[in-house]
């Protein structure tokens, strides 16, 4: 794997994320942007590029706010962000540094968990701007899709995140230091089912029943944070997509202790699917 490059992007907030790109062999090669989960930073990644880049793509992958290695805030009463902030200017400027980098190419969102609810929304309302999503460990969180106790759950989340300035997922087991509004965005999906916020608050699932976009959706058993049932749950808001379909077994395959993220240290679980569909797009 090649050195990459790297793509500092500024916010108007003043802080600034990277943009990180490795290069395939070939320049005209598909590019895919990859967009991380809740709470991970760009290094764990590094498995899953060095895989895209040697199966002959074009790999980047975009910093999350909040998490960035430097040039961004963590997440407490005097910085916060929701799924608002992302959609609106993080997203664009990343993929716009992706397809000037790669001018001319296909291009594809490879989302994982938060990476790919983001993506998806995007897409519904920029699908001139992409070839297709990539859709790796990811669900729709609406409470009917779990067990019981998760409603309790997922309404707890938001209010310690107003306590304390921000959600401190590392004492939960879930996600890291996590805004305030990022949080209340979550959980509204939860008790809703339904993608609803922005400035003014915006139902973003109209836009994603009219997204018709090639679309890989990946799930992998024994992920808890995104079983099977809750990703069919996200899949099934945009009912025109030309939905690929896969559930692996990563056991199965003979990879043991895979969940909601060391499949991205073990790429070659998803890999073969990815390369195939994306073959049978471009050759």
């Known amino acids: 794997m090649t050195t990459p490059e790297t793509i500092r992007l500024q916010r108007h907030d003043g802080t600034s994320f990277a943009v990180q790109i490795h290069p395939a062999a ?9 967009e991380p989960a809740m709470g991970m930073q760009i290094g764990y ?9 040697q199966a002959g793509y074009n790999a980047a992958i975009a910093e999350l706010r909040g998490h960035e290695e430097s040039g961004g805030r963590k997440p407490g009463w005097g910085y916060d962000f929701g799924y ?8 664009p400027l990343a993929i716009k540094a992706v397809k000037t980098r790669f001018h001319g190419t296909p291009f594809y ?5 938060l990476g790919a609810q983001v993506s998806s ?11 297709g999503l990539i ?3 990811c669900s729709s969180v609406h409470w009917k899709l779990w067990p019981k106790a998760f409603l309790a759950y997922s309404q707890m989340v938001p209010l310690v995140a107003r306590v304390v300035g921000h959600f401190p997922g590392h004492r939960f087991r879930f996600a890291g230091r996590e805004a305030r509004t990022l949080m209340a965005d979550w959980a509204r999906q939860a008790r809703t089912g339904r993608f609803l916020f922005g400035r003014p608050r915006v139902d973003h699932d109209r836009h994603l029943a009219e997204l018709s976009l090639p679309v890989l959706g990946i799930s992998l058993q024994g992920d808890f944070f995104a079983p099977k049932h809750a990703m069919d749950g996200l899949l099934g808001k945009f009912p025109k997509a030309q939905l690929t379909r896969h559930h692996l077994d990563p056991k199965a395959m003979g990879f043991q202790g895979i969940d909601h993220f060391r499949w991205v240290r073990k790429p070659e679980i998803v890999m073969p699917k990815v390369t195939e569909w994306l073959r049978a797009r471009h050759g």
């Open 45 to 53: 990644y590094a498995p899953l590029l060095a895989a895209l880049q």
């Open 26 to 34: 070939d320049a005209k090669a598909p590019a895919i942007l990859i």
């Open 109 to 113: 969102l490879l989302g994982h968990s």
């Open 121 to 131: 929304i995007y897409a519904a309302h920029h699908p001139q701007e992409i070839d």
């Open 84 to 91: 608002h902030d992302l959609l609106t200017e993080d997203w």
């Open 135 to 137: 859709l790796i460990a």
